[in-house]
Each structure stands twice: as structure tokens, then as C-alpha cells.
T-cell receptor
Framework: DAGITQSPRHKVTETGTPVTLRCHQT?????MYWYRQDPGHGLRLIHYSYGVKDTDKGEVSDGYSVSRSKTEDFLLTLESATSSQTSVYFC??????????????FGPGTRLTVT | AQSVTQPDIHITVSEGASLELRCNYSYGATPYLFWYVQSPGQGLQLLLKYFSGDTLVQGIKGFEAEFKRSQSSFNLRKPSVHWSDAAEYFCAVRGGGADGLTFGKGTHLIIQP
């Protein structure tokens, strides 16, 4: 298994509070991703990073911010959590060759409940 | 924009029977295609991938998938399912860049004894 950990694994928080989720990798991969998984929606991309301090928005980025100060860590922050952000959050990592070929490997997920 | 459709939300198969899970994609060029499996409460595990070349790709756990450009499909197959194959299966597509994957909504596979 790819060396990806996510913390915390479970969190319950109140509406309006800030929340930060951490993804840590030991593979030294350049690319890192945050997805959310909701019933009936599959997984949707929130943000991704293509290097230290280099990030970009995904399909469902509103209400989320990210930071990557080191290769191994990619943080997802909910500045003011809302009930609609109750979800399971997955981190993924990848490397690509010159043809753009490569696969993404996923972490174990963080279950976030906003009450 | 790319998209993935998995027409079957649930599929029930008897143990030992063959399986085919459908996946249709929409993408302007040759896509990179993936199948992932997710057991309850777990993360996603990569079953197989297609980048180019042979349109029939083999994966782990006895799964295979066939890329059919004319039908924009990448269906997953297994000749004989086992009770341990019960899980959620996701098809995903990516273009040539480093963008994230676009996933289908998943197919929930139930195995009957």
C-alpha cells in the first residue's frame, strides 16, 4: 500500500468552527489531491497540488482552502464548517511520466460530521 | 468537460457467476481510464488502468476491462465472482494532465450465496 495517512480519521465539529484535515505521504510524490465522497455523487475533486506551494481548484472548491508547505503534507481547511460539508474526505497522491501516465493512490479517508 | 456514467446503481450476482459492470465516459481525446473498488468503511483500491495500447487490460483479483472507443465504454468483467467481491466499484477518467480524476457515481455489487 502507498504510504498515505490522514488525520484525524473521524471528527465531529459544530457549524461555524474551523477544521483542518491533514494528509501525509511518505512516497515523495509531487501531486496530491483532496476529494469528498457523498452518497449518490461518487468522489468529487476539491483541490489539488502539483508541488510545494502550488495548488489549484477542483470541481467543488467553494468553502475550502488548501496549503502545501512541504512535499509530504497537504492540508485541507474548512474556514467555517457548514452541515453541507459533512462528508468523507479522501486524499490521493500520484506521479506522472512524460506522457502523463500515472495512477492515483488513496488514503484511508476522514469522516467529518458537522452538527 | 469530462464525465463518467455508471448506469447501474446496484447489481446482484450469484457467487460463481460472471460479472460485467458498465462504464461510459465522455472525453474529447483519448482518455486515461481506471476502475477502483471500495469495501465498506475503506479507502479506494486501484483494480486496473488503461492508458493506451491493448484495449483489454488485466487487473488485480481476476478482473479485466475492455476499452471500446467506438462505444465510449470501459466495462469491467470477472468470469466468476466470490463473496469477497461484494463492494462499491467506481469507474474514473482523467485527461493527459495532472488534473484530478472524474468519477462515476459507483455501482454497488451484492453477491448472493
Amino acid at each position: 500500500d502507498a504510504g498515505i495517512t490522514q488525520s484525524p480519521r473521524h471528527k465531529v465539529t459544530e457549524t461555524g468552527t474551523p477544521v483542518t484535515l491533514r494528509c501525509h505521504q511518505t512516497e515523495n510524490h509531487r501531486y496530491m489531491y483532496w476529494y469528498r465522497q457523498d452518497p449518490g455523487h461518487g468522489l468529487r475533486l476539491i483541490h489539488y497540488s502539483y508541488g510545494v506551494k502550488d495548488t489549484d481548484k477542483g470541481e467543488v472548491s467553494d468553502g475550502y482552502s488548501v496549503s502545501r508547505s512541504k512535499t509530504e503534507d497537504f492540508l485541507l481547511t474548512l474556514e467555517s464548517a457548514t452541515s453541507s460539508q459533512t462528508s468523507v474526505y479522501f486524499c490521493a497522491i500520484s506521479e506522472y511520466n512524460r506522457q502523463g501516465r500515472g495512477e492515483q493512490y488513496f488514503g484511508p479517508g476522514t469522516r467529518l460530521t458537522v452538527t | 468537460a469530462q464525465s463518467v456514467t455508471q448506469p447501474d446503481i446496484h447489481i446482484t450476482v450469484s457467487e460463481g457467476a460472471s460479472l460485467e459492470l458498465r462504464c461510459n465516459y465522455s472525453y474529447g481525446a483519448t482518455p486515461y481510464l481506471f476502475w477502483y473498488v471500495q469495501s465498506p468503511g475503506q479507502g479506494l483500491q486501484l483494480l486496473l488502468k488503461y492508458f493506451s495500447g491493448d484495449t483489454l487490460v488485466q487487473g488485480i483479483k481476476g478482473f479485466e476491462a475492455e476499452f471500446k472507443r467506438s462505444q465510449s465504454s470501459f466495462n469491467l468483467r470477472k468470469p466468476s465472482v466470490h463473496w469477497s467481491d461484494a463492494a462499491e466499484y467506481f469507474c474514473a477518467v482523467r485527461g493527459g494532465g495532472a488534473d484530478g480524476l472524474t468519477f462515476g457515481k459507483g455501482t454497488h455489487l451484492i453477491i448472493q450465496p
